[in-house]
Nanobody, 122 residues
Framework: VQLVESGGGLVQPGGSLGLSCAAS????????MSWVRQAPGKERERVAG????????YYADSVKGRFTISQDKAKNILSLQMDRLKPEDTAMYYC?????????????????WGQGTQVTVS
């Protein structure tokens, strides 16, 4: 099983970044997916999630209206478009898969995690 994130980097406040997560080794179409971030000294926070069918997306209040999650079930790719970035968005961003219909808020419900990609807004 692999979840491989890419697309992180350094960006100025107000800028944009697009993250991608390539999934392999499991039935991607059967899992709800999320992007979870963790800043130094803070708990992991689910910033965006999408259900199995891709019909409903969920966002943390802190990113609502700025981030957009999407998935391509045919290509096994999860994406996160981040616009109007703020310094407080600085964190390691992980993609995670849960064998549930809905993307859980609890980190303990996730079966698979990527290694993360660093996003720095400065």
């Amino acid at each position: 099983v692999q979840l491989v994130e890419s697309g992180g980097g350094l960006v100025q406040p107000g800028g944009s970044l697009g993250l991608s997560c390539a999934a392999s080794g499991f039935t991607f179409s059967s899992y709800a997916m999320s992007w979870v971030r963790q800043a130094p000294g803070k708990e992991r926070e689910r910033v965006a999630g999408i259900d199995v069918d891709g019909t409903t997306s969920y966002y943390a209040d802190s990113v609502k209206g700025r981030f957009t999650i999407s998935q391509d079930k045919a290509k096994n790719i999860l994406s996160l478009q981040m616009d109007r970035l703020k310094p407080e968005d600085t964190a390691m961003y992980y993609c995670a898969a849960t064998y549930n219909y809905f993307p859980s808020l609890s980190r303990y419900d996730y079966n698979y995690w990527g290694q993360g990609t660093q996003v720095t807004v400065s």
